[in-house]
């Protein structure tokens, strides 16, 4: 008896030892094998766990870095013509600025890092020509690592594919006036600028080729700000910018946040899109002054705005509010069935503040015409991809 009891105190002992060795190495592996920064996509922030501080990555300031740019117009083999400032004269100043977060460093971007993320997968940027901003911007950075292949051009360079070969991987950019069926009206012939604009059917040039994608960008804004005229279940409901007194203009906001509707619904309820992430980029604002596009406008501006010289009440800001707003519903409903992922990148608030990063009059295309909308490369374009790195990282 006085045996068996002795041989029980070791075998408890031994467990209990066993035990805390066990909890040891959990304890060490935890500790080695965590990130620095984990990101909570509900709240859309960067975590420090050294300095146990969450850190909204869209919220934060323009600041100077003399560091030069990870490329530029010599090293880029894909540079467009058109986003080329420095060989059409602009000041190179505007290079030297980077964004800074409020509570932390963003990182500076790792092409290959993002190679090694986005290894045998497939992105498209799905927009109009400034989501193919983006994917220029990302294909210059990414080729400081490994030149792309063209795997497909259209004629007006609106539906690319690239690939590259080393990592398996291919990126694509899909062109979306709307995201929803757009049909431009004819007018005496001839197209008029102004669209049939069907807010609850989503558009088949990008919807019906997301199948077997991994990561999707989608954006859009900039083409709602002209004539449209609105329609829902087939029937024409109103108007935008339009001067017929019969029907009611509803403003470019209210359909930007009807046709992100659509689309962010669809994508929830598409089959082949399980694995998918999907990215909603806010609204990129232009900065024209004194005029728009051929009536005059300018953008020359030398450095980034003051926060005091942004307004918070204009369009662009409203647009940024619907799409968060969209965003949020999707989310939250999409969240509760676990399925899909959508991710938020809110770039409004950074690219109001960069007025002096546009082409303006230092591109090729036309005399007298500034182009105030889209970004310069390098530029702060760069920083969506920047900020695209943490997302797929996470």
């Known amino acids: 008896m006085e045996h068996y009891c002795k041989l029980i105190q070791r075998n ?29 996509f509900s709240q859309f922030e960067l975590y420090d766990h050294e300095e146990e501080t969450a850190c909204d990555l869209f919220v934060g300031k323009w600041i100077r870095d003399f560091r030069e740019p990870i490329y530029n117009n ?64 990302l294909l210059c950075l990414l080729s400081q690592v490994e030149t792309p292949v063209s795997k497909h051009r259209d004629a007006d360079d609106k539906f690319q594919t690239w690939y590259f070969p080393s990592h398996d991987f291919t990126l694509m950019v899909m062109w979306t006036e709307f995201l929803v069926v757009a049909n431009e009206r004819i007018v005496n012939g001839r197209a008029s600028n102004e669209f049939d604009l069907h807010l609850d059917k989503v558009n088949g040039t990008w919807s019906d080729k997301i199948a077997g994608i991994h990561y999707t960008v989608i954006s859009s804004g900039n083409w709602f700000f002209r004539t449209n005229y609105l329609y829902k279940g087939g029937k024409l409901i109103g108007c935008i910018y339009c001067r017929d007194s019969n029907l009611k203009d509803y403003g470019p906001v209210y359909a930007i946040k009807s046709a992100l509707s659509t689309s962010l619904e669809f994508i929830s309820k598409c089959k082949d899109c399980e694995d998918m992430v999907t990215v909603l980029r806010t609204y990129s604002p232009s900065h024209f002054e004194h005029g728009a596009w051929f009536a005059g406008g300018y953008c020359n501006r030398t450095q980034p ?50 007025a002096d990063g546009h082409p303006g009059s230092h591109w090729p295309r036309i005399r007298d015409v500034s182009d105030c909308l889209h970004w310069c490369l390098p530029g702060p374009v760069d920083l969506w991809n920047e900020l695209l790195m943490v997302i797929l990282s996470k």
């Open 12 to 40: 408890i002992g031994l467990i209990f030892f066993s035990s805390f060795l066990l909890s040891i190495i959990l304890l060490l592996s935890t500790l080695y094998s965590s990130n620095s920064f984990s990101i909570t």
């Open 74 to 137: 010599w090293t880029c083999p894909t540079m467009p013509g058109l986003k080329n400032c420095l060989k059409h004269g602009k000041d190179s100043d505007y290079i030297y600025w980077r964004w800074k977060p409020d509570n932390c460093e963003l990182p500076r971007f790792d092409p290959s890092m993002f190679l090694s993320i986005v290894q045998r997968k497939k992105l498209a940027f799905i927009g109009d020509s400034l989501a193919r901003n983006q994917m220029e911007s």
């Open 305 to 354: 705005l003051s926060e005091g010289e942004v307004s918070l009440n204009g369009s662009s800001w409203r647009v940024r509010e619907s799409q968060v707003e969209e965003f949020g519903k999707i989310v939250q409903r999409v969240e509760r069935k676990e399925k899909k992922r959508f991710v938020l990148m809110d770039v409004n608030k950074a690219m109001m503040l960069r």
